[in-house]
């Protein structure tokens, strides 16, 4: 984009009037604008002229601002920042600059503006100012925040539900069929039922068995009073027995005193990690890895798999890749996947100890 050459609004090709009489009817339709600001800026950024909009927007009438610099409408963190300088020169050097963010009004409080900055290029060549349109979209963004806040907790409220018709339907099939047998079985008469007790203890057995997994994966074993180690231990070795893939597990540094939440989440994220594994990846390794810094704390689930599909298919019912990315940004941290055909996936959660420490 090229400066705006105020020559060309004089020549006669581009309007048969004068310039005054265009400038007259341009200011009609500045003035006449409410939901922008449009004013100008001299070269060094003093406030030349002021519309309605701009008066209705930032709350200034037009003597309080006109011959005032225009970083006045920024915050502090801007300015130490000299960030209406670098707009400014910005939109010399490119012709124009748009930018979003926190502007102040002038009673101090703040909105969030979209803004336009143009040069002004006289015929000489020479900056003769900058022309500046500011739209106040502290509602549009206010909305936009609510809707991904909604869309958030819906997906939080599906993962539960899905959570709860999985644990559901485990116990209908699993335990519901175990119990309808036993009691079929027990209700065969009574000389029968003499020779069937060693298949009515190995039921219940099996039952016990059930019941043990279902309640294991609603609340980990062990992780309240032996720890996350522990706990991942368990984790890893039950997983290695029932899939027959090989986990090795590297836990290095101090996680002993990590907040609850932070060590449901990352207990959780391994084992959804390991259910993805199990379900999508062909591997023959899983590594998981756990270990602090000074100031971070990084865990990592890698397998030798076929890695992620090329093309991923969106389906709306996969909570799995999200729930982690929720379970990380809730202690603060953030995840990472990386994948190549052919060899694995590689997740890392990487968060800040400040954030899950508890002293
Ligand atoms: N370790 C992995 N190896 C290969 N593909 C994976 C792996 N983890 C996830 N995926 C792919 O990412 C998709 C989304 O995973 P996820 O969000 O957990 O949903 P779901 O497991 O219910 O399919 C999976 O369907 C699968 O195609
Ligand atoms: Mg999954």
Not at 38 to 47: E, P, Q
Not at 113 to 121: L, R, Y
Not at 175 to 194: E, F, I, T, V, W
Not at 264 to 269: A, D, G, P, Q
Request: proline share 3%; glycine share 8%.
């Amino acid at each position: 984009m090229q400066p705006t050459d105020l020559s060309s609004l004089s020549s006669d090709r581009w309007l048969n009037k004068s310039v005054i009489d265009i400038e007259h009817r341009y200011r009609l339709l500045i003035e006449a604008v409410h939901d922008y600001a449009i004013f100008m800026l001299d070269a060094s950024g003093c406030v030349q002229t002021w519309n309605p909009g701009a008066e209705r927007i930032k709350g200034y009438a037009p003597a309080e601002v006109i011959g005032r610099h225009f970083s006045l409408f920024y915050t502090d963190e801007d300015i130490a920042h000299r960030k209406p300088e670098q707009l400014l020169s910005t939109a010399r050097s490119r012709g124009q600059v748009e930018d979003e963010g926190w502007r102040l009004r002038k009673d101090g409080s703040r909105f969030w503006a979209n803004v336009i900055i143009t040069a002004i290029i006289g015929s000489d060549g020479a900056l003769k100012g900058f022309a500046k349109v500011t739209r106040d979209m502290t509602e549009r963004r206010r909305l936009e925040e609510l809707e991904r806040l909604q869309l958030r907790s819906a997906l939080i409220q599906h993962a539960r539900e899905a959570e709860q018709k999985r644990i559901a339907r485990e116990l209908h099939d699993d335990l519901g069929q175990r119990l309808s047998a036993l009691k079929m079985a027990l209700s065969a008469d009574q000389a029968k039922l003499a020779g069937q007790g060693k298949e009515i203890t190995a039921q219940i057995d099996a039952m016990a068995d059930s019941l043990r997994r279902i309640a294991a994966d609603l609340r980990p074993p062990g992780l309240d009073d032996l720890g996350l180690e522990a706990a991942l231990e368990w984790l890893t070795e039950s997983f290695a027995r029932r899939y027959g893939i090989e986990v090795r597990l590297a836990v290095d540094g101090d996680i002993e005193r990590f907040s609850e939440l932070a060590t449901i989440s990352l207990y959780r994220v391994v084992q959804e990690a390991l259910t993805n594994v199990a379900r999508h990846a062909n591997a023959k390794t899983v590594s998981v890895g756990l270990s602090t810094t000074d100031s971070f704390c990084r865990l990592s689930i890698a397998d030798d798999g076929d890695g992620l599909p090329a093309i991923a298919t969106p389906r709306v019912d996969a909570f799995g890749l999200i729930g982690m990315h929720e379970r990380a940004m809730q202690i603060g941290g953030e995840l990472v996947i990386e994948s190549q055909q052919g060899e694995g996936v590689t997740l890392t959660l990487l968060t800040p100890l400040a954030r899950i420490r508890t002293e």
